[in-house]
Every structure is written in C-alpha cells, then in structure tokens.
C-alpha cells in the first residue's frame, strides 16, 4: 500500500504539468482579444495602451516564452494573476474554491444517502411497483441535463410556488459570515448565528439536490444490480439455511459486498461533480469556480483558465487516490502493487 500510494504521489507532479500545459496551449489558441477584458472596449483604439498593457502582461512576447515564463512562475507556486480581476489567480480560487466544495460535499452526501437506501428498496422488493418506481426516477436522474432541471425548479419552486429561495448562497439582504471555512453553513454555525444558518441551508438544498441528480441515479442502479448479483452468492444461501431472515441477510452480508464497487465510483465521481458544477453555479448564481471558470473563458483570461485546470487536475488526481486507498481497506483481497 505505501510503495503503491508514494508512487502515484511521484506521478502526480508529471500528470499536473500536462495538464497545465494541455491548458495553456489550448486556452492561447480560441481566437480572440484578451486585451478586452484588461484596458477595456473603449481603450482598444488607444495604441499606447495597448503597447503598455501587452509588455506587462507579457503579451508582446511569443508563445514559447509565455510558456516558459508561465511554466517558471508555476515551479514557484505562482499561477499568474488575472487579466479580469487584477488579483493572483491562486487568491481568487482560495476564495471561490469553498462554495463549490460545500456545494458538492451536500450533493454528495445526499446522492449516495438517497441512492443507496433508494437501491436497497428497489432490490428487496424486485419487481414491484416500488422497484418500477425507482428505476423510472434513477433513469430520468440520470438522463436529464442538469441546467434544464435547475431551470424547472427555479421556475416550479421559486418562481410558481414561492416556497424555495432564489439564486444565490444567501438572501440578498443577507451578510455573509466572517471567513473561516468558506463554507456559509459551517461558519454560521461556528458564528453562533442560527438565522444565518438557516438562510444558507435553504439556499444550499435546491442546488445542491439538482447536482446529486445524475450521481444519485448511477448509485440506484448499481446498488440494486450488486444486491441482485450477491444474492445468488453461496454465502448467502448458506445464511439463510442457517436461519437467517430476508432483512438480516441484506443488512448484514449482501449489502456490505454490494458496497465496494459503489465506493469506487463515487469516489471517481467526486471530482467530475466539482468540475461539472459549472451549470448549476451559473443557473443559481453560486459564486464558486463554476462561474469563475466561464467568466474566465468569456474574458480569456488565459492565467485563470489555466489556474482552474489544475484546481481540476489536483482534485481528480486526490480523489482517484482516496479511492483506490479505500478500496483496499474495504476488500481485503484487493491488493495494490
């Protein structure tokens, strides 16, 4: 296990510079005018300022050089500073990185939660309406794009009904907690501040139930298919002579085994949800690095593009580790080599 865990942690620092420079190369060839998003529209006409903006940011220069200067400041821990904001492109994802992960940690939990007791029920009762039932909503989970499902329930339970709150982390008369965690649920919390918390809760649900969708169908699924399969184990038919009944064989041996293949792919899924938060950030006006990533890519900000990217890299690469560790405590007969 440690010889298996040292080398993927030696690997890990030559998969992030191909990421980095995948993203670099790419992010310089969409046709367009960074140059907009720095001095501004109406200073595009104005030759000195431009000639001023383009040797401070390095503009002037080929794109060889820019990577290798781009490349020196990484070794450095610097990921540049953006074009738009003007700020290190590190500071600014500091910032934004927690509202993505307290969104994705809630989207998470409830669609293993929801999908595993969803699959346990549509296996113990095969073939039933209850079984038809879940498989309908596992397979529309999974189907349906999120950005529509965002913008239904906005319509249905903010708009129509009026019993959800609208986009965005907090009411609009709302301050934000003191930063601690960056997570508005749990600094409200360690802020003693009930009402504060309350509002952030309600905010975070919706969004966050819309993100489980299509994880929290693959959970159903595989779930049910693993129970199904274990159950014609020998070790169960050996539990049940035993005297053993349908619920106790379930909970305590089908169940457990049906687990380990779950626990990997939500564990691989975990990075694609933080990544794939663009939509529903930008539907629900969530201010994580979802909607820093399209603000960056409408301006071309080619730092925080780049930046973003390995945000992406290094949580794919931790979660795919974390996962593989825990897939071999789970199952001892997995060994890693």
């Not at 420079?21 to 431009?50: K, M, Q, Y």
């Not at 794009?145 to 129509?160: I, Q, S």
């Not at 139930?209 to 199904?228: E, K, N």
Request: net charge positive.
């Amino acid at each position: 296990m440690l010889r298996f865990i040292l080398k993927r942690l030696a690997m890990a620092p030559f998969l992030l510079w191909g990421i980095a420079t995948i993203a670099f190369f790419l992010s310089h060839s969409i046709t367009g005018n960074p140059l907009a998003s720095i001095v501004g529209e109406r200073n595009l006409n104005n030759p000195d300022i431009v000639a001023a903006a383009n040797q401070k940011w390095g503009l002037d220069q080929n794109l060889p050089t820019q990577y290798l200067l781009y490349f020196q400041n990484l070794l450095q821990g610097d990921l540049g500073t953006s074009f738009r904001s003007k700020q290190p492109v590190l500071s600014d994802l500091a910032v934004r990185l927690p509202a993505t992960a307290e969104l994705a940690a809630v989207a998470v939990t409830i669609a293993v939660v929801v999908g595993v007791v969803l699959g346990v029920l549509a296996a113990r009762y095969r073939g039933s309406l209850l079984d038809g039932v879940n498989r309908i909503f596992a397979l529309t989970g999974s189907s349906l794009p999120v950005f529509w499902v965002g913008l239904l329930f906005l319509f249905v339970f903010y708009a129509t009904l009026g019993i959800a709150p609208g986009p965005g982390r907090l009411s609009a008369r709302v301050e934000p907690p003191g930063f601690i965690t960056g997570f508005y649920t749990i600094d409200a919390l360690l802020a003693g501040n009930g009402p504060l918390f309350y509002d952030a809760l309600i905010h975070l649900l919706m969004p966050a139930f819309v993100m489980s969708l299509p994880l929290m169908g693959a959970v159903i699924r595989m779930v049910r298919a693993q129970m199904l399969e274990e159950q014609s184990a020998d070790y169960v038919r050996t539990a049940r002579a035993k005297g053993m009944n349908q619920t106790q064989v379930l909970g305590h041996h089908v169940l457990k085994n049906a687990l380990t293949p779950v626990v990997t792919m939500v564990g691989i899924s975990v990075g694609m949800v933080i990544m794939g938060a663009v939509l529903v950030e930008t539907i629900f006006s969530w201010s994580g690095i979802g909607t820093y990533a399209v603000e960056s890519a409408r301006a071309l900000d080619y730092p925080a593009i780049t930046g973003v990217c390995l945000v992406g890299g290094s949580i794919f690469l931790i979660a795919n580790l974390l996962t593989d560790i825990a897939y071999a405590l789970i199952d001892p007969r997995v060994r890693m080599k």
